[in-house]
């Protein structure tokens, strides 16, 4: 995974509430378990007209918006534990998506696939859904290191929570593997203190 540390960019908002893994990355696009191509069709009923064709009033198609940030509206990733709704947010190419709430087994998967669920309070969304609105080239900064989303045009902040195991993962690129092996020499330097 790569590393993250901070992101200054803007962003692409959905203020929609209870968007659902299914509405995320549709079932039927589940068969494969390699990761590829799942960015072409993440939200792909809300993104394509039945005959293929981009719907331009959908903010993920709308060339006003870009950025590498979701906003999204309460309660994202409900629904099915599918793991391949992060792997569709992030093979688009979302490296962080903020709302107000999220769906836990949702969560832990994003933070597994190098993906940074931001929680803040609804009053805090709301003012980045307004600034975007009023521009959408608003940039917003997220620095993981000090757990601090700002809306830059405003300077108005809120703070975050993470798990500390994962910050340490996303902070240096690990999957939990990745963790493990980082940790080799002090593991073997505990196994010769023990049979010592």
Known sequence: MEKFTKLNTSAVPLPIENIDTDQIIPARFLKATDRKGFGDNAFRDW????????????????????????????????????????????????????????????????LNNGLLPVQVSPAFLKAIFSEIENDPKTDIEIDLDSQVITILSTGKQESFDINPYKKTCLQNGYDDIDYLVNLKDTIETFEVSKNN
């Open 47 to 110: 993104r394509f007209d039945k005959d293929g064709s981009l719907k331009p009033d959908f903010p993920l198609n709308d060339t006003k918006f870009s950025g590498p940030i979701l906003v999204a509206g309460n309660n994202f990733g409900c629904g099915s534990s599918r793991e391949h709704a992060a792997w569709a947010l992030t093979g688009y190419g979302f490296k962080a998506v903020v709302s107000s709430f999220f769906a836990d087994i949702f969560k832990g998967n994003a």
